[in-house]
């Protein structure tokens, strides 16, 4: 088993904050510290090079005339992207050919349930991965989008997942990222939107909650708090860890001093992109 490489640590400022940075602050501090601070490198995950590559066939899919977004075609794009992301991103990740092939088998598997979930022969985004960088207060938030649709009753913005959707009790904190998005599409252009849609491939299973401004300015207020926190963590150097069941799915677990292994569950399916 690979393990987590622990070169570094040379502390840098924060120039930038992705929404799913925010998300590890909020979560687990010292979680943050290990990512954005410190960057230790974890070697990547089957989960995220299958997250990575469905992202990619996800969005040229829709590079196709609608009547040609079939499931033959999202598949040969997920095979296509693949080959191009595994040379670049993924050179060691499978020990053999059989393994591999066992991943893209699976991966196709999860990718087929996409058509249960909307017809993508009626969707025209109006934005795929759009890349955001947008001033918020004296904090600057960047980021990628995956989707952004016009609907009849406005804007609907989508996030794809790979991992498998969690009990509807728990989709909740799932959607903070979404509505970090959501405030930075109402900056960029006066408008909010209506539905933000947590899209899980493996379920499969599609959230939806509405938003309106009155969530989005509370967004900003916990957005804008988050941020005094992580400046203070940077000053003091103080980056609480924060165990939870949680811990399972952590890449850090082995070397954090606040988790011993055997207390910590292991994971039924890691959380992809
Ligand atoms: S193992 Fe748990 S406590 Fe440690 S960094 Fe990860 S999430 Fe935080």
């Known amino acids: 088993m690979r393990s987590v490489t622990a070169e570094t640590i040379t502390p840098i400022q924060l120039e930038t904050l992705s929404p799913s940075r925010a998300s590890d602050f909020k979560l687990c501090p010292q979680l943050f510290k290990y990512k954005a601070i410190d960057k230790i490198e974890v070697p990547p995950t089957v989960h995220q090079a299958r997250g990575t590559t469905a992202h990619l066939a996800l969005q040229r899919l829709f590079d196709h005339p609608a009547g040609e977004r079939t499931p033959e075609r999202l598949y040969?794009?997920?095979?296509?992207?693949?080959?191009?992301?595994?040379?670049?991103?993924?050179?060691e990740m499978f020990?053999?050919?059989e393994e591999e092939r066992e991943w893209g088998i699976e991966s196709l598997g999860i990718l087929a349930n996409y058509f249960g979930?909307?017809?993508?022969?009626?969707?025209?985004?109006?934005?795929r991965e759009l890349d955001m960088l947008q001033d918020l207060g004296d904090m600057t938030i960047r980021g990628i989008l995956d989707r952004m649709d016009e609907c009849a009753d406005g804007?609907?913005?989508?996030?794809y997942k790979t991992g498998k959707a969690p009990p509807e009790r728990y989709a909740i904190p799932a959607f903070f990222a979404l509505k970090i998005y959501a405030?930075?599409?109402r900056q960029q252009t006066g408008r909010t939107p209506v539905t933000l849609?947590?899209?899980?491939?493996?379920g499969p299973t599609v959230y939806e909650i509405p938003v309106?401004?009155?969530?989005?300015?509370a967004m900003e207020r916990q957005l804008n708090a988050l941020w005094s926190a992580i400046n203070k963590a940077l000053e003091t150097g103080n980056f609480p860890a924060r165990p939870s069941r949680l811990c399972g799915w952590c890449s850090y677990q082995d070397i954090c001093p606040a988790v011993r292994s055997e207390d910590v569950g292991q994971p039924a399916a890691q959380e992809a992109a």
Not at 80 to 87: I, K, S
Request: a negative charge; aromatic letters at 8%; proline letters at 6%.
């Open 183 to 185: 405030l930075l599409i």
């Open 76 to 91: 040969n794009l997920f095979r296509e992207a693949w080959v191009e992301l595994r040379e670049i991103e993924y050179p």
């Open 212 to 217: 309106n401004n009155g969530q989005l300015d």
């Open 155 to 159: 804007l609907v913005i989508t996030d």
């Open 95 to 97: 020990e053999s050919q």
């Open 197 to 202: 849609r947590l899209l899980y491939l493996n």
């Open 117 to 127: 979930t909307e017809d993508p022969a009626s969707i025209e985004p109006i934005e």
